[in-house]
């Protein structure tokens, strides 16, 4: 018969000692984590934070002003509009506020906004044009016209 050496049971404060040991072990090790998982932690839910309430609040009448006088032909309203155009074609990202970086601050694809102001500015233009000939959204003459 063969003896088997004593082991004791773990005691309370053993265990302590090893969670202990291990918590500290863990503040010791590096961190790995990506960007976005970083970001996800420490990004409010609930509220933007101050300077991108005010980030969003530039863009947003930025493609207000776009929209709303893209129909200027002179005077404050055009200068508004070219205003707001120049700012939102701009590709650099040197200030703070400039489109591009507005954009990535508030995790929006810039290049894709930008294309989609342009592409509703076109269609605008478009649709206007045809009106002023006398036709409608389908190309046919409207009765007005003839």
Known sequence: MELEPYRSKPTAARQDANSRDEKVAG??????LL??????????KTFLQP?????LAVLDDAVQCFKDHADAQSGRRKKLFEDA????TAQDD?????FENICDVLGMNAAYLRRGLLDWRINRVSNDARRLAGYDRRGLRTATSR
């Open 35 to 44: 960007a976005a998982q970083f970001l996800a932690n420490h990004r409010r």
């Open 85 to 88: 155009a120049e700012w939102l």
């Open 51 to 55: 300077e991108k309430t005010l980030m």
């Open 27 to 32: 503040l010791l090790e590096p961190d790995i």
């Open 94 to 98: 040197d200030g703070v506020f400039s």
